[in-house]
């Protein structure tokens, strides 16, 4: 009963670092999503993959890159990160029907 | 794009009723949700509203729906102080398109 899980938890980066974080699901739903949680700001999408092989820009894609690895993995990279990149990142995915989300618990990246 | 407007902070004692409100502006929205968020968490969903009905209940929860006036509420009864939470209202409009959040509505319950 994992539902998704993201790596890491935590991250310190320094400005102009590159990382990876990762978003696995193990409910064989086909549509993942990023989102970046700011205070005052609610649930910005950054990217989105509406099935394995597609992937689609959001709100605020700028500064991100996506890979839909296969169905079960979605990946956010920060090629170059920058202080403005300081967040709380969720992944989720949803089913078909309803389309609810199921979230991960999120990953709190600070840059520095 | 289309929107999702919440207040932003509500307080209520412990055993009242709470309500949180929330407009959006997609007339052909299909599913509205409503998820809680508790500190350090991910958010959960905790019920949803299919667009062709008026009012949803599950224990506690009580959805609201007015298509006509595009108004979605949430009613908590008997607020205990684990309601505690910041509740984020979504609705999805046609085909797959993702979902548009509410800024989201931190709820203080005071014992």
């Known amino acids: 009963n994992a539902g998704v899980t993201q790596t890491p938890k935590f991250q310190v980066l320094k400005t102009g670092q590159s990382m990876t974080l990762q978003c696995a699901q193990d409910?064989?739903?086909?549509?993942m999503y990023w989102y970046r949680q700011d205070p005052g700001m609610g649930l910005r999408l950054i990217y989105y993959?509406?099935?394995?092989?597609?992937?689609d820009k959001g709100e605020v894609p700028n500064g991100y890159n996506v890979s839909r690895l296969n169905k079960r993995e979605f990946s956010l990279r920060l090629e170059s990160a920058a202080p403005s990149q300081t967040s709380v990142y969720f992944c989720?995915?949803?089913?078909?029907?309803?389309?609810?989300?199921?979230f991960g618990s999120g990953t709190r990246l600070t840059v520095v | 794009g289309e929107d999702v407007e919440q207040s932003l902070f509500l307080s209520v004692r412990e055993g009242d009723s709470s309500v949180i409100n929330c407009t959006y502006t997609?007339?052909?929205?299909?599913?509205l949700y409503w998820y809680k968020q508790e500190p350090g968490a991910g958010l959960q969903l905790l019920t949803y509203?299919?667009?062709?009905?008026d009012m949803k209940q599950d224990q506690r929860l009580t959805v609201l729906l007015n298509k006509k006036d595009k108004h979605l509420s949430l009613r908590i009864a008997d607020t205990q102080t684990g309601d505690s939470a910041i509740y984020f209202c979504?609705?999805?409009?046609?085909?797959?398109?993702?979902?548009?959040f509410g800024k989201g509505t931190r709820l203080s319950v005071i014992a």
């Open positions: 989720a995915s949803s089913e078909q029907g309803t389309g609810g989300y199921t």
């Open positions: 409910m064989n739903h086909n549509s």
């Open positions: 993959s509406a099935s394995e092989g597609t992937t």
């Open positions: 997609d007339s052909s929205s299909t599913y």
């Open positions: 509203i299919f667009s062709n009905m």
């Open positions: 979504a609705e999805r409009g046609s085909g797959n398109t993702p979902l548009v």
